[in-house]
């Protein structure tokens, strides 16, 4: 499992630009810094409250001032800036975040999105998600395929949504899906995988792009 999140995150990264402002979901999404191309640097965003997260402290090392959205013990750049809750979802609802990466336990064709635990499950609600996704340039879904063998992309999500028609890209182990004009469309695939494979792990209908690429690790 380790290995097919480090893909993902891995082929997630190639997505970022120089300069970018970011807002990374917890989980998975948070490897991505590890695997940035060089001469890439990135501004990350954390929605409780500041500018320049950096990454895990190592043992021993915690600033037990500084957390991130999802509670836990966090290191800052040089140039972080703190700020309230007030601005920092004005930066979001704004549009000055060119991406967001998240994970999610459904997409479907429309490119909707949900991606919260039920009430009464390990996860209270969806947080700044909502707000992330309808705000960000880019919204990028960085999961597994599926789940325990159940479909995640599906032809209509079935848990409540997070925010309807806003995913522009799935990343998976298996390939990087996108919504072109539109229409959920496979635009590379792992070369572990043939597409009889991903047609089979994917409930959705989707287009297969013309000039399809392999999903490379490198």
Known sequence: MADIRARIAKRAAKEFKDGDIANLGIGLPTMIPDFLPEGVSIVLHSENGFTGLAGTPEPGEEDYRVID???KWVTTAPYVNFFGAEESFAIIRGGHLDMTVLGAMQVDEEA???NWIIPGK??????????LV??????????????????????????????????????????????????????EI???????????ATEAEFAVSPNLKVMEEE
């Open 69 to 71: 959205s999802g509670g």
């Open 122 to 131: 390990n996860v209270a609600g969806m947080g700044g998600a909502m707000d």
């Open 134 to 187: 309808v705000g960000a340039k880019k919204v990028v879904i960085a999961m597994t395929h599926t789940q325990k063998g159940n479909h995640k992309i599906m032809k209509k999500c079935t848990l409540p949504l997070t925010a309807k028609k806003v995913v522009d890209m799935i990343i998976t182990e298996m390939c990087v899906m996108e919504f072109i004009d539109g229409k959920l469309t496979l635009t």
């Open 112 to 114: 909707n999105l949900a």
């Open 190 to 200: 792992h070369p572990d995988y043939t597409l009889e494979d991903v047609k089979a």
